[in-house]
């Protein structure tokens, strides 16, 4: 594995990550997303503020820049023994850009589209039982945001027993987990304060 090789892949993938997709559609329409709503630089905001053409310009954006990302990993490594940790490399970058933008003063959002692109170029089979279990956890609750911290939370567990030997992919899971929950760290206190906003709800 060269060491040098996944680092330039990390950072690659952070520089694309930083192309936020929020804050570019928000550009188009004069509206910084970060000022309004919930603060968060992300579809859901973004749907909350701009309405539902904008969220679907982001909600491709986002997913599109971790596709992209992990492709650009997996061609700068394919040579190499250890290629799948330049994928992860550029994949984790990505999902960094996206949260802390070097673009817009490393202020971005909570990355769980770009979060969910990458887990699916990693492993189609997991990203389907997240999404399950996402669905699931949203359709009980009705809050986005506690089906993503579900999500990220077992998808360490999902990792082990998908992969139990691949320590790298199951280290790569638990930094995933722990990146995206303490990114909902605010949703977490207005769940427990009654405060969050559900989904279907109209905007205030």
């Given amino acids: 594995m060269d060491i040098a090789l996944i680092v330039f892949c990390c950072i690659a993938g952070y520089l694309l990550g930083s192309l936020n997709s929020s804050l570019i559609v928000g550009k188009l329409y004069g509206v910084d997303v970060r000022q309004h709503g919930s603060g968060n630089a992300g579809a859901t905001n973004t749907l909350r503020t701009l309405g539902k053409k904008a969220a679907i310009l982001v909600t491709l954006g986002d997913v599109l820049k971790g596709i992209v990302a992990c492709i650009l990993g997996w061609f ?15 994949g984790m970058g990505a999902i960094l850009g996206h949260n802390w933008p070097l673009y817009f003063k490393f202020k971005g959002g909570k990355g769980v589209l770009t979060s969910f692109a990458v887990v699916i170029m990693l492993d189609i089979k997991v990203s389907i039982v997240l999404l399950l279990f996402f669905v699931i956890v949203v359709a009980i609750s009705r809050f986005i945001s506690l089906g993503s911290i579900a999500s990220a939370g077992v998808f360490p567990i ?42 279907g709800s109209k905007k205030t």
Wanted: a positive charge; charged letters at 15%.
């Fill in 158 to 199: 999902v990792a082990f027993i998908h992969k139990p030997h691949d320590m790298a992919y199951i280290a790569f899971a638990l930094m995933f987990g722990i990146l995206v929950i303490a990114r909902h760290k605010m949703n977490i206190s207005r769940i427990l304060n009654g405060s969050e906003s559900k989904f």
């Fill in 76 to 90: 700068f490594t394919r040579n190499i023994a250890g290629g799948e940790y330049g994928l992860m490399a550029t």
